[in-house]
Nanobody, 122 residues
Framework: QVQLVESGGGLVQAGDSLRLSCAAS???????MGWFRQAPGKEREFVAGITYSGGSTRYADSVKGRFTISRDNAKNTVSLQMNSLKPEDTAVYYC????????????????WGQGTQVTVSS
């Protein structure tokens, strides 16, 4: 089993930056990781994904150019740097693992963290 624990969420103002981190523990694996988010009343949506090597990434159109995903395999962590935040970025953000890095379907990812709340005020 793999456990994923997110951190770094919080309340910020529009235009601010925030960095989310996810620590993976349990059995080691060479797998893609990523982030999804879910806003109140909306379906869970793909945000970003990254391969094990970090050589390939994919972003949702809504965050492209503002968010950057990265990982440190030595520390078993994946991060999401979020810049120029907008109120519509408000959501619970989930770290995911063991899927295909560009797969936007949430059912295709095997492991999920508990989520961290990001709130962006206008």
């Amino acid at each position: 089993q793999v456990q994923l624990v997110e951190s770094g969420g919080g309340l910020v103002q529009a235009g601010d930056s925030l960095r989310l981190s996810c620590a993976a523990s349990g059995r080691t694996f060479s797998a893609s990781m990523g982030w999804f988010r879910q806003a109140p009343g909306k379906e869970r949506e793909f945000v970003a994904g990254i391969t094990y090597s970090g050589g390939s990434t994919r972003y949702a159109d809504s965050v492209k150019g503002r968010f950057t995903i990265s990982r440190d395999n030595a520390k078993n962590t994946v991060s999401l740097q979020m810049n120029s935040l907008k109120p519509e970025d408000t959501a619970v953000y989930y770290c995911v693992a063991d899927g295909y890095y560009s797969d936007t379907g949430y059912s295709r990812w095997s492991y999920w963290g508990q989520g961290t709340q990001v709130t962006v005020s206008s």
